[in-house]
């Protein structure tokens, strides 16, 4: 009897804490976990320009082209680089925030499991003006993950 209460309970956790494209869709903000340990995904870049920026790419397991991609710019446009006005983004959050909030944060393998379609209606909608926050785990330093405001540069077509 203990055994099967046990299991029940351990069951119920994995279905209450699992990710739900609809609990996803209800949030403010979406929030892609680009893990470092996961050789199907690269980012660079370029710290020193007037308006610093990085290039995050989802690849395809063959490694020949990319299926998602995003961006990061400081400012919008260079003539508010230049003006130092309306800054993306940008702020460090413990690391705790990862298991915390698994069940809403959207990884490689939630959106391989979803589709690109379903993905593109999801990020790609100007009617939703939702902010999309890019999680980038090789940016931790003293237990603190940075993350940014980013936008989508591309999702290929299936």
Excluded: W
Excluded at 75 to 93: G, H, L, M, V, W
């Amino acid at each position: 009897m203990k055994n099967i209460i046990l299991f029940l309970c351990i069951f119920y956790t994995l279905i209450v804490k699992s990710q739900c494209l609809e609990k996803i869709k209800k949030q403010d903000s979406f929030f892609i976990l680009l893990d470092k340990n996961d050789k199907f995904s690269e980012y660079g870049c370029l710290e020193k320009d007037v308006n610093p920026a990085c290039n995050y790419r989802f690849l395809k397991k063959n490694k020949d082209s990319f299926e998602y991609s995003f961006y990061y710019h400081k400012y919008p446009n260079i003539d508010e680089a230049y003006s130092k006005i309306n800054q993306s983004t940008t702020f460090r959050i413990d690391k705790s925030f990862l298991r915390k909030n698994k069940d809403i944060i959207i990884t490689r393998k939630f959106m391989e499991k979803q589709g690109k379609q379903a993905m593109l209606s999801l990020l790609d909608d100007d009617a939703s003006n939702k902010t999309i926050f890019l999680i980038n785990t090789a940016e931790t330093k003293n237990g603190k993950i940075v993350l940014r405001e980013v936008k989508i540069d591309y999702i290929k077509e299936e």
